[in-house]
């Protein structure tokens, strides 16, 4: 398993070791003992859930206020573009973003710890979206990040076209309008 750091700590691209013949391909999607070594943590996952989408559903950014879920995701069918808004108050990285293009041919997974808002922009005619999260969903506790947020600027790939929302994704908040302050006065935006 390889694992890329991104901009925001604790943020992981991790791509598996694939072997591939003339049959087709195997890999492990996953294991609990080389993903802690891999990330440095011991979460365990609870929840494991599977969305389909359309091209050009946007769902997100979402997260939870109490019950942060850390998210390992990854496409099974179809492209999508991944992404995370590091709100972690306490954070250096409040505000940034970043993003990956995570498709059925990659493989790759990205591994967004709890604290996190995430979301994804369906590339494909349509994708097929799994991920594992550590904690239960709450929607209590379930809160949204406009995905247009100008403080943030997450550079998605509409080419031109407006993304498919749904009514919730449709009300979401700016970082300022939810609440959430850096306490380190840090919203330097896009990582």
């Known amino acids: ?9 604790g943020v992981l691209i991790i791509e598996p070791k694939v072997f591939g013949d ?5 890999f492990e999607s996953f294991n609990q003992k080389a ?30 206020s109490t019950q942060p879920q850390g998210k390992l995701v990854r496409v099974v069918r179809g492209a999508v573009f991944d992404v995370a808004v590091d709100v972690r108050p306490e954070s250096p990285a409040f ?11 990659n493989h790759k997974q990205m ?20 991920y594992k999260t550590t904690d239960y969903y709450a929607p209590e ?8 947020d100008p403080a943030i600027g997450i550079e998605w790939p509409l080419e031109g076209l407006a993304p498919k929302l749904s009514a919730k994704d449709m009300q979401g908040q700016s ?3 939810a609440g959430i302050d850096n306490v380190n006065g840090d919203k330097s935006g896009k990582a």
């Open 35 to 64: 993903f802690n070594d891999a990330t440095g943590t011991d979460h365990q996952f609870v929840q494991d859930n599977h969305s389909r989408s359309a091209k050009g559903v946007l769902r997100g950014m979402h997260y939870q």
């Open 175 to 177: 970082l300022g309008a």
């Open 22 to 26: 003339a049959r087709g391909f195997f």
């Open 95 to 105: 505000g940034r973003w970043v993003g990956v293009e995570l498709t059925e041919d």
């Open 111 to 130: 591994w967004v710890p709890p604290g996190l808002a995430h979301g994804f922009l369906v590339l494909s005619d349509s994708a097929d979206f799994v």
């Open 1 to 9: 398993m390889k694992t890329t750091p991104t901009a925001i700590p």
């Open 141 to 148: 506790f379930e809160r949204c990040i406009a995905w247009d």
